[in-house]
């Protein structure tokens, strides 16, 4: 069975410095990752996703993820942060073989003008 | 365009009664439907996905149910609702593609449920 683990409850950073939000990942064969994000009281945005190729993947609005093969790892980030970058961030996996998306519990950014 | 409408929006229901969310896609045909549930605005719960008409596969052994009377028509039911029952409740929908694929999914704007 597939699972999501996003480490951090919380990230805070200034406007304008970098930012990073974790995300490690477990399936059985080989995976497509997805980050969405989550604005008040709205549904989920899609912002990029992992299928194959380029460990670098670039999404909306400036973000990119690096998927990291060897540490389970595909964590989000922005070279620099802008505060309506403020959300919540969900990092999702599903299994190549599969139906269903597997979502982390998610991560609440703060960027701080 | 494809869309995605989820309805009602907020909804407040007393212990023990009936729940009938709705969802509806327009603008496709035989999506890979999907209810989640949210609870405390953190992480996301797959309660039930379907690949077509009448196929319904269920996560989590729970008082809810749903049913696809149509192909673009997925509902989440209760009989008798719990105070546990409450949460933010999220469709979705993906390609279907007669299988799996790295398949982007699209909800909904979510129906919240309070139940008291």
């Known amino acids: 069975a597939q699972s999501v683990a996003q480490p951090e409850d919380q990230v805070n950073v200034a406007e304008g410095n970098p930012l990073t939000v974790k995300c490690t990942y477990s399936?059985?064969?080989?995976?497509?990752l997805f980050w969405y994000v989550q604005y008040p009281n709205r549904g989920l945005q899609f912002l990029l996703k992992?299928?194959?190729?380029?460990?670098l993947v670039k999404g909306s609005y400036g973000f990119e993820a690096e998927f990291n093969k060897s540490q389970t790892s595909f964590h989000l980030k922005k070279p620099s942060a802008l505060v309506s970058d403020s959300a919540l961030y969900f990092c999702a996996v599903k299994d190549t073989g599969g139906f269903k998306t597997i979502f982390g519990a998610g991560t609440r950014l703060f960027v701080k003008a | 365009s494809q869309t995605i409408h989820q309805w009602p929006a907020t909804l407040v229901q007393p212990v023990g009664s009936p729940l009938s969310l709705e969802c509806t896609v327009e603008?496709?045909?035989?999506?890979?439907l999907y209810w989640y549930r949210q609870a405390a605005g953190r992480g996301l719960q797959l309660l039930f996905y379907s690949v077509g008409i009448g196929q319904i596969s269920s996560e989590v052994p729970q008082n809810l149910s749903a049913s696809r009377p149509q192909d673009r028509q997925f509902i989440l039911s209760s009989k008798k609702l719990l105070l546990s029952d409450s949460g933010f409740y999220l469709c979705?929908?993906?390609?279907?593609?007669?299988?799996?694929?790295?398949?982007?999914?699209?909800f909904g704007a979510g129906s919240r449920l309070t139940v008291l």
């Open positions: 603008g496709t045909s035989n999506p890979n």
């Open positions: 992992y299928i194959t190729g380029d460990n």
């Open positions: 399936v059985s064969g080989n995976p497509y």
């Open positions: 979705a929908w993906s390609q279907g593609t007669g299988g799996s694929g790295a398949n982007v999914l699209t």
